[in-house]
């Protein structure tokens, strides 16, 4: 697997679990027929037969307090099992109550079998006078292979990881305290779990794969959209999707998905740290254009760790950006185009601004052919103090074990949040919402060899988005960006928004908003109250009829 891929994927931890055998179905308590009287006169003055006949139908009523089972009811219809309980919170002064439902819902076939169930988590506002016209929003995660925790429990949810005010990481053992943040104001919340990931599971292990992939996934979670809203009535509600990481990529696909197959338009998508077009991340051999998009963000992570020169470093971040946007798409990029047919005069030129620009010595520049990789700028920019920078968010540092190692060894802002995260959710959804399942819980890593639907090119989504656009004109688009994320980098973004191709009357339907932290910007307590208010404001905009 290429190191570019392992960026995106997070890191597999587990596999998927044995599915947990259904209940068995309960003795039939019509054949709980007493005894048959030796004599054919019982007491009371009947008959044995009409004694016995009598014992039987009354065994066939349900029994006082319990509720009749429906006739027809499958086996498999059992797994769509859920708990409900009553919560509030205070959201800019205000209590919000709402119900908390924690469930499985099933996917059948045409034929009507199971073919996996899909554990989410549903916050629906209460004494709303019209729930069917209240937004109604569905997040995931991304991956692939990743739960939906982490915006749930970060950023949208009503209960978010107690982490230092910067997101930095702090000591077990972990706790929620209440978001007063959360978009529940705003909007009903529903969380899915693709299969593989949390409580989700195919109903046969060995038929998993038919939900890896990029058209696979969105097959199966349009489905899931499909019938929620169909089981909750919910068609009149505005509908929204917000993905994070390859959850951006799964919201674009589920556009296309949901219009082709359900006839469902969104009024708005929310993409948290987006990456669309895969070319724009994944080098390769011929490709340099991830070179170019994730230069800004080494000059923002050396500017934040101080390692940029005193007059660039005295100037705010956005001013010390310009200028490395502006080196990026112009010199920059025409090195590498010209590649060695680069004059040496001017490939010495661009050699000392990209190292005035990144923090790294002329001469690892040079060494590197103007290509520094991700995981090599990683572990050199701060080698002189024996530390390695993040991915997800490149504020983070961790102790290097190998002083001359020249990659990353790992990801300190992974593990400063990992455990936090996996910790607080499988108490929390026990305890809070009393949901019990003896399976692990799948954070990270559930799923197998994905489909990527790009034989000898790379996936992308973006023009499924545009074509979405273009036949929803009135389609919104909200777009985040951490200056400090290194795994979708924030350029990268707006060079896949630049290069849509749609109309340019819809491109006034794209917001793009920036925050000062990484990958997942709503860690950081200025950016979570800041994001919290861009998206109130997209949901209230895409919202009105």
């Known amino acids: ?21 259904a209940a068995q179905p309960h003795a039939d308590p019509a054949k709980a027929a007493a005894p048959e009287a030796k004599s054919d006169e019982a007491p009371g003055g009947k008959s044995a037969k009409e004694e016995k006949a009598d014992k039987k139908e009354a065994a066939s009523k349900p029994e006082a307090g319990k509720e009749e089972k429906p006739k027809g009811d499958k086996p498999e219809d059992k797994s769509e099992k859920k708990t409900s309980t009553d919560h509030s919170l205070v959201i800019n002064g205000q209590k919000v109550d709402f119900t908390a439902t924690a469930g499985m819902l099933s996917l059948k076939d045409a034929e009507g079998k199971v073919t996996a169930d ?12 019209d729930p069917a016209s209240r937004p109604l929003t569905f997040s995931f995660n991304g991956g692939p292979g990743s739960s939906s925790v982490w915006m749930h429990l970060g950023l949208l949810g009503p209960k978010r990881v107690k982490l230092r005010d910067d997101g930095f990481a702090v000591p077990p ?72 990481s390859y ?15 359900h006839r469902m338009n969104l009024n708005g998508i929310m993409l948290v740290s987006t990456v669309l077009n895969f070319q724009t991340i994944w080098g390769a051999e011929g490709n340099d254009l991830p070179f170019v998009l994730f230069l800004p963000s080494f000059t923002a992570t050396a500017w934040y760790h101080q390692k940029l020169p005193a007059d660039l ?21 025409q090195a590498l185009l010209l590649g ?9 030129a661009v050699v000392k601004q990209m190292a005035r620009l990144t923090g790294l010595s002329d001469a690892f520049v040079a060494a590197s052919d ?4 991700l995981s090599r700028f990683n572990a050199e920019l701060l080698r002189d103090q024996r530390l390695v920078t993040g991915r997800f968010d490149s504020r983070y540092t961790s102790y290097m074990r190998d002083r001359l190692g020249n990659e990353a060894e790992r990801d300190p802002s992974a593990d400063a949040v990992f455990s936090a995260f996996a910790s607080t959710f499988n108490h929390y959804v026990r305890h809070d919402l009393k ?30 988005l545009a074509e979405s656009m273009t036949a929803n004109p009135f389609l919104k688009v909200h777009v985040s960006n951490g200056f400090y994320d290194m795994a979708t980098p924030y350029y990268a973004a707006r060079y896949t928004f630049s290069h849509l191709n749609i109309h340019p009357e819809l491109m006034k339907n794209i917001t793009q908003d920036d925050y000062t932290a990484g990958h997942m910007m709503y860690l950081n307590l200025p950016d979570l109250k800041k994001q919290k208010e861009d998206l109130a404001k997209f949901i209230r905009s895409a919202s009105q009829k």
């Not at 470093?313 to 990029?333: A, H, I, M, R, W």
Request: aromatic share 10%; glycine share 6%.
């Open 435 to 464: 949901f019990e399942d003896d399976r692990p819980y799948n954070i990270l890593g559930g799923v197998g060899k994905w489909n990527w639907d790009a034989e000898n090119q790379f996936a992308n989504v973006s023009e499924i």
């Open 1 to 21: 697997m290429p190191t570019s891929l392992r960026i995106l994927s997070l890191i597999a931890l587990t596999t998927a679990s044995a599915l947990a055998q």
């Open 313 to 333: 470093q005295k100037k705010p971040l956005v001013e010390v950006l310009k200028e490395s946007e502006k080196f990026t798409s112009g010199d920059y990029n």
């Open 118 to 129: 899909i554990f989410y988590i549903a916050y629906t506002k209460k004494d709303v006078a």
């Open 247 to 261: 959850g951006t990529t799964r919201a674009a696909a589920l556009s296309g998905e949901l219009l082709r197959s």
């Open 370 to 373: 103007l290509r520094v990789t």
């Open 173 to 244: 053992p972990y706790q929620l305290v209440e978001n007063e943040f959360s978009l529940l104001d705003e909007t009903d919340l529903v969380f899915i779990d693709p299969v593989g990931t949390g409580y989700s599971r195919a109903s046969k292990p060995d038929e998993a794969k038919n939900f890896y992939g990029v058209n696979e996934d969105a097959r199966s979670i349009a489905e899931f959209i499909r019938l929620y809203i169909t089981k909750n009535t919910r068609w009149p509600s505005p509908k929204f999707l917000i993905g994070e």
């Open 340 to 348: 060695a047919a680069l004059p040496a005069p001017q490939r010495a």
